[in-house]
């Protein structure tokens, strides 16, 4: 019992460090989403205007990528990611018990794996220096890096959860998310 709940404070704090840090990256992927915004209205406004800014496209993709793979992690843990609760009442109710546990297991693996490719690209662009194509001339390193810094994230967020399928059975789940 002692020992039970040594485990659980534990796993509390990793979860706290996880929901902080997936915090952060939401606010960040909220100011990303403003500044993509801007870009793409300051660029119509400076065309309408018949000035051509080479660097607005750029910056708001490279401001994309970063939105996307900074916002996996806080959407796995809100519930908001892709889900399928279509199958989940023909699993018969024994099995249905441990969906939760499946759930994160399939997001951890996803997420691994997906890890491993994106840093074989970056950790390349990272090796020779490459740079990106665009009109302001940038590192391709830093624009892949944002892969590899999100699904990190993703990862930590899939093993919070898969703790919670395991530690609190029933608990972890969201209210509208499935599996």
Same mark, same amino acid.
């Given at each position: 019992?002692?020992?039970?709940?040594?485990?659980?404070?534990?796993?509390?704090?990793?979860?706290?460090?996880?929901?902080?840090?997936?915090?952060?990256?939401?606010?960040?992927?909220?100011?990303?989403?403003?500044?993509?915004?801007?870009?793409?209205?300051?660029?119509?406004?400076?065309?309408?205007?018949?000035?051509?800014?080479?660097?607005?496209?750029?910056?708001?993709?490279?401001?994309?990528?970063?939105?996307?793979?900074?916002?996996?992690?806080?959407?796995?843990?809100?519930?908001?990611? &892709?889900? $399928?609760? %279509?199958?989940?009442?023909?699993?018969? *109710?024994? /099995?249905?018990?441990?969906?939760?546990?499946? !759930? =994160?297991?399939?997001?951890?693996?996803?997420?691994?794996?997906?890890?491993?490719?994106?840093?074989?690209?970056?950790?390349?662009?990272?090796?020779?220096?490459?740079?990106?194509?665009?009109? &302001?001339? $940038?590192? %391709?390193?830093?624009?892949?890096?944002? *892969?590899? /810094?999100?699904?990190?994230?993703?990862?930590? !967020? =899939?093993?919070?959860?898969?703790?919670?399928?395991?530690?609190?059975?029933?608990?972890?789940?969201?209210?509208?998310?499935?599996?």
């Amino acid at each position: 019992m002692m020992r039970e709940s040594g485990l659980l404070r534990v796993f509390g704090l990793y979860e706290a460090l996880v929901k902080r840090l997936n915090g952060l990256f939401a606010i960040l992927a909220s100011i990303l989403v403003l500044v993509v915004i801007a870009v793409i209205v300051l660029s119509i406004v400076s065309r309408e205007m018949g000035i051509s800014l080479l660097w607005a496209n750029d910056m708001a993709q490279v401001a994309f990528v970063y939105l996307v793979f900074l916002s996996f992690a806080p959407a796995l843990q809100s519930g908001h990611h &892709v889900t $399928v609760e %279509l199958f989940e009442p023909l699993v018969p *109710g024994v /099995i249905r018990r441990h969906l939760d546990i499946v !759930a =994160a297991l399939a997001c951890l693996v996803f997420g691994l794996i997906f890890l491993n490719q994106l840093w074989a690209l970056t950790s390349r662009a990272i090796a020779d220096g490459r740079m990106a194509v665009m009109a &302001v001339p $940038v590192q %391709l390193k830093w624009v892949q890096i944002a *892969g590899p /810094i999100g699904l990190v994230q993703f990862c930590l !967020a =899939a093993i919070a959860q898969l703790g919670n399928a395991i530690l609190r059975p029933g608990a972890g789940r969201a209210p509208s998310a499935g599996h």
